[in-house]
């Protein structure tokens, strides 16, 4: 079965011939091999494209490495204990691209290849190249992009599928279909599997083996029991604050570890690194500037932080709010946790109270000030999720996302409520 990733398509297309060299990036499993050979491969063959001017290689492939004379008893392109030598692939490259027309080289897993930022950075100097590469794992993150490339190199980020997406792999009502995407999340590969069972065990199989053996492998780690716990408890924890000092008094009193604030902070910058989770910032809006902790953490697929805990904790809420996070972030918002300063008098005494914005959402010249709220059962429930947005005193728009069916609905105050499904499947929702 095809999924059409049509948002990043568009990406590529609109980044193509543009003279960088295009850099796609994620958590692995996302799918950008098959957005790079086949979604935009076959997009250049209908436009019409001489097949012998698209030049596919896959640097964890043995058909592909054998072509080179590459030794594969010899070569461990899994561990990157040794990786494919230069001159082989550019011995290959050279005798391929043998005239003066457009090429264009797509390049999969290109951290296995040897010296892979000399090379690329020499394909930069041939006018009729246009080079497209994936890379996801320990030796090459998202930062390394602007590193080693020295701003000629054209990040295009892919993350899991969003629900519209998912959609594409269910056959049967939608309601169902969250059901089963808020607790196996969007991996093409685990969408597509057919029981309760394949997911579960593909999941955990991705986080144990592939996710955390990268970072360990990365950033050398000694503490990995440290490192795993630190991961139950972000995961047990998303959508609320986290506070690195407060984690390190739970390692001491609990785990009799001396795991320091400072570690487990670096820690979750090597999750962030690796695409597994996203650290997010509270902004104080009355205020206009950031506060660095505490922070709260999403995950970059809900299934892969429920496989963390095994399944056991599918809490509708706050995994509704991640789902709301990553939508948020497919479209390409910048978001942040938004805080509002309230005073109130009680007792003739002048209370500052603290109110939590789910998320502030910027693009360009648009803000959104949005809560996630499962249900509104009632006035009080109500109430609480109006009151911070009622305290904003700018013009931006105020949104409340639920769970229940209803048609958007406009009050009197200015602030919109939209249905969950109206957001989710609807990019122009947000502008109701």
Not at 86 to 96: A, E, R, S, V
Not at 134 to 142: H, K, P, W
Not at 281 to 310: M, S
Request: a neutral charge; aromatic letters at 12%; glycine letters at 6%.
């Amino acid at each position: 079965m095809e999924i059409k990733r049509d948002y990043y398509l568009d990406k590529l297309i609109r980044k193509k011939d543009n003279g960088f060299i295009k850099v796609i990036t994620g958590i692995r499993r996302s799918g950008k091999s098959y957005l790079l050979n086949k979604i935009f491969y076959n997009y250049l063959i209908q436009r019409g494209i001489d097949k012998n001017h698209i030049i596919k290689f896959a640097f964890d492939s043995g058909r592909d490495l054998l072509k080179i004379g590459e030794d594969l008893i010899d070569l461990d392109v899994l561990s990157g204990d040794r990786l494919v030598e230069p001159k082989k692939f550019l011995d290959y490259i050279m005798k391929k691209t043998n005239d003066d027309d457009k090429f264009y080289i797509l390049l999969d897993e290109v951290q296995l290849l040897k010296s892979f930022e000399q090379v690329l950075n020499g394909f930069l100097r041939q006018d009729n190249f246009d080079v497209y590469v994936t890379g996801s794992n320990s030796r090459f993150l998202s930062k390394d992009v602007i590193t080693e490339f020295a701003g000629r190199g054209d990040e295009i980020y892919i993350m899991p599928l969003v629900f519209s997406e998912f959609l594409q792999t269910y056959d049967g009502d939608i309601e169902d279909a969250f059901a089963e995407y808020q607790v196996y999340g969007g991996l093409p590969a685990a969408a597509l599997l057919k029981t309760d069972e394949d997911r579960m065990n593909y999941l955990k199989g991705q986080l144990e083996n592939v996710y955390l053996r990268d970072i360990v492998h990365r950033h050398d780690i000694r503490l990995t029991s440290e490192l795993e716990d630190l991961l139950n408890i972000l995961a047990s924890s998303i959508s609320s604050f986290t506070n690195p000092s407060k984690i390190a008094s739970t390692f001491r009193s609990i785990k009799k570890s001396k795991i320091s604030a400072n570690t487990i902070d670096k820690f979750i910058g090597y999750f962030e690194d690796s695409f597994i989770l996203k650290k997010v910032h509270k902004y104080d809006v009355k205020g206009r500037k950031y506060i660095g902790t505490p922070y709260k953490i999403y995950f970059e697929d809900v299934g892969i932080r429920n496989a963390r805990l095994n399944f056991r904790q599918i809490e509708p809420t706050h995994l509704m709010e991640n789902i709301i996070y990553n939508e948020l972030r497919y479209r390409g918002y910048m978001v942040d946790v938004g805080m509002v300063m309230k005073r109130e008098n009680i007792n003739n005494k002048d209370i500052k109270k603290q109110l939590e914005v789910d998320f502030i959402a910027n693009l360009g010249s648009k803000r959104y000030y949005i809560q996630s709220a499962y249900s509104l059962p009632s006035i009080e429930k109500i109430n609480q999720e109006n009151a911070s947005l009622l305290n904003i005193d700018d013009s931006f728009k105020k949104i409340i996302i639920v769970k229940a069916r209803i048609k958007p609905c406009l009050d009197e105050k200015g602030i919109l409520t939209i249905n969950l499904f109206d957001f989710l499947l609807d990019k122009d929702s947000l502008d109701l």
